[in-house]
């Protein structure tokens, strides 16, 4: 049983809590599973009747149940790797994503083409039954979540022995007791995400007319970030594991994003520089920024705290996606730049304010892996 | 990194600044009227005068469509100089000397800008094209065959603009059934900033030009065209194909080239004339970026052109014109890979300045400035009062410890 040096009454009271949360992280990661494999179904049966309103609906659906997937993943992270690989896994996720995205980006092209030779026609049938093939992989994914959940719930008997359903409920206004250095971390994520996902979302022609590249080069170096993330990602996790200190790499990661997009506003240097080192950046952003949640936030509210940060995530993104645009076709690209320097510069000031609160509080996110360590073998022992 | 930028914009400021003094320096008010020279009665035949009277000198554009489009700029240092034509001369086989200004030898500095002919060709196999082999072209409109409207009523004293709107009248293919093509001319008082895309930023010595396709019907599923203009510098002058990179698209919105042909400086220190437009074209007439065409200028062809007749610059530079003046021709294509805006809409329109002087640049609005100056500035203070503030904590505590002995 995990936390031995608590009295007998407290440890059971987590073994329960403990036990209530698994329970709730099997079944919802199963449901959205299950939910996102069937709403790619809605979706491409969608496309192969014309019917432009059933897609629109099984993707307004597919956002409820894919985003909340991410949720159930990062708890699940938690329950299993706290206080051992957690940024290594962290890591691994994201370049497993990643590696999906790119593969997605160039196989489905190649895909549509080959039914279109197959049916011999472009239009709505040929791009139904190309997304029906795209769905295949969402039955794999349903596959290894029910695989998960076997998986947890033999660690679950050989662990700890289930008891009965005592223990405290889940609650949604936990929200309020999130601390000061889980709210920054918020805002370090929001503004951060805002100021990459949209820029390389209208990226492409920014290329091609400031850089004068042609139309696949921009298409390249677009991805590079994403082709970049994926075998990087893993690299810094376990980096960032064997030396901790996670406030400086988030620090490092936004500054480095940050002269990215200087350089690609104010200068006509090579993009690509610019780009490896956003591709660079963002990496090591994510294997240190996600795993910081874990040590604010109490294991119970953990789910709630991974599921705020990442529905606000999206909000952000949202609502910057649209305005990004509307910048763009009235200003243009100097001006898109800039606004999202300034995001970035947001994100830069949460991260020295974050940085300061918990130096002065005491906390814990900056220490170096060796004290953690040193800290759990001292717990451990007495 | 952050302190190469923190140098460059106290730069930029700087030039920002500098560039409107010299801009408001060249670009004082001139008295700006628009004439349509009544001559004959052939509609086709429409002269517009443009005069921009000036301290101690006057701009004289004189537009017209009689043979190619053309238009003559001329600088006097004179603050009476008069624009004289001969009808007769003018529409007969040898105009050679029917268009002079007077007093004569007022005229320091002449240029003209004709614009021959527009080519169509099929931009599906673009690559062919760029490589010089099989050129999938149709056969070329030739404006000087075109037949005008009278520019007279459309001739705005207020707004300062005028349009020449054309139809081909041998029209083989029947593609000007419903279409025509126009040069929308609008003149200059003052310096300043044009309200529609592109926005160029213009002096008071220059004049803006709009080439407009309405509805021309194309000839092949992705059509592409290409406009061929012809400068003409005289004395032995040249003009230069110069592309000039900017970082700001903020008046043009994701284009960052200004394309200009300046003539090159000469002895006698009499500023140079510039033709320059932002390398795009937009698909409507509320242009917006939705609607861009792509805009390319192919190189500048100097060897051994002839300017093709009938046009007022041979009735202005006479006989010398094959001689003492330089030609050169540039082809301007619009369209790219990027679909078939013109086919959708039916509607392109790309607008060129001309003038004398300098030719004008941009320059970064303040709102820009000051936000670099507040979001870049803002964590670097941040991180200089935090520390400060936990260097004092930190003496705070050490200064309270008292030592046991």
Known sequence: CPDSSLLPETCTALKHRAHRVRIWVVKICSVFCLNVTILQVIFATGALFNAFWLMEAGRFVFGIGGESLAVAQNAYAVSWFKGKELNLVFGLQLSMARIGSTVNMNIMGWIYSRVQDLLGSTGHSTLGFTLMIGGVTCIFSLICALILAYLDKRAEKILCKEQGKTGEVIKLTDVKDFSLSLWLIFIICVCYYAAVFPFIGLGKVFFIEKFKFSSQEASAINSIVYIIS????????????????????????????????????????????????????????????????????????????????????????????????????????????????????????????????????????????????????????? | MLEGSRLLLPGLWLLASVSCLLGDAAGYRRKVTLQSIPGSNSSSANLLHVRAVGRNNTLHYVWSSIGAPTVLLLYTRSESSALRVNWTKLLSASPAGAIWVEPPGSVVYSTAVVFTKVFEYNGANVSALSKGQEEPFYPPYDLAGFSWQSVNHTVNQTALTAKFQGVDTSDPGGAFHNGTISFQVTAYEQGGRDGPLPRLLHTANSSKVEFIMDNVAPRGNSSRFMLEVVTVEEKGGHKRLQSVRSIDDEYTPTIFEMAQLVSEPRNDSIGPSFFQWKTTAYGSREASRENAIRCRYHPLQTANWTLPGPSIAHAYFGEGLGRSHHIAAINISFGGEDGEVYAEKGYLSWSALLGFGTPPKDAFSPLVMAIVVVALGTPVVLLLAGSLVVLFARRKRHSQYEPIN
């Open chain 1, 230 to 382: 994926a075998p990087m990602s893993p690299v810094f996790g376990f980096l960032v594991d064997k030396l901790g200190r996670n406030i400086i790499w988030v620090m490092f990661a936004v500054v480095a994003t940050l002269a990215s997009h200087v350089m690609l506003a104010f200068t006509f240097w090579n993009p690509w520089i610019a780009m490896c080192m956003l591709g660079v950046a963002y990496s090591l952003l994510a294997c240190a920024l996600w795993p910081m949640v874990a040590f604010v936030v109490p294991e119970h509210q953990l789910g709630t705290a991974y599921g705020f940060m990442q529905s606000i995530q999206n909000l952000g993104l949202a609502i910057i996606a649209i305005a990004a645009g509307t910048i763009l076709d009235s200003r243009g690209y100097l001006f898109l730049e800039v606004f999202f320097s300034a995001c970035i510069c947001l994100s830069l000031i949460a991260v020295v304010m974050l940085y300061f609160v918990n130096h002065l509080t005491g906390g814990d996110l900056n220490w170096s892996a060796k004290k953690r360590e040193k800290l759990q073998k001292l717990a451990a022992a007495e």
